[in-house]
């Protein structure tokens, strides 16, 4: 076993892969055992940790009872579309309640007055 940093949490994890398995297999303290796929392994370094975190998730829903998540190139899929839902939320929340900026106007000191 390999120690590496968990690609989701990036905190410090085991390498777990089998011989001939086409992807990593990870055993981590905080995201315990799960599976990536070959082609979503490549994909994972590219999200943020929540994105990241949103895809475990997103495949400890479809496992079956007793078996391991793998997060494949659909979780991240589905991760990446939240992540714009959400910000696109936010970002119409701050448009939407966004207080109008006022602008005051300062004159210029007189020479007398800034003499003071």
């Known amino acids: 076993m390999i ?28 995201c315990n055992v799960y599976r990536v796929t070959a082609n979503a392994a490549a994909k994972l370094p ?3 940790v929540e994105g990241r975190l949103a895809a475990l998730e997103r495949a400890k829903t479809q496992i079956l009872s007793g078996s391991v998540p793998t ?8 991760a990446t579309s939240y ?4 910000d696109d939320y936010q970002n119409e929340r701050m448009v ?7 602008f005051v106007h300062r004159p210029e000191l007189t020479e007398a007055q800034s003499r003071d």
């Open 83 to 86: 992540r714009r839902e959400r």
């Open 46 to 48: 590219t999200l943020k």
């Open 3 to 30: 120690t590496i940093d968990c690609p989701v949490c990036l905190s410090t994890a085991k390498n777990i892969t089998p011989p001939g398995y086409r992807g990593i297999v990870v055993s981590c303290l905080r």
């Open 96 to 102: 939407r309640y966004a207080k109008p900026r006022t």
């Open 71 to 78: 997060i494949s190139s659909g979780c991240l899929q589905r």
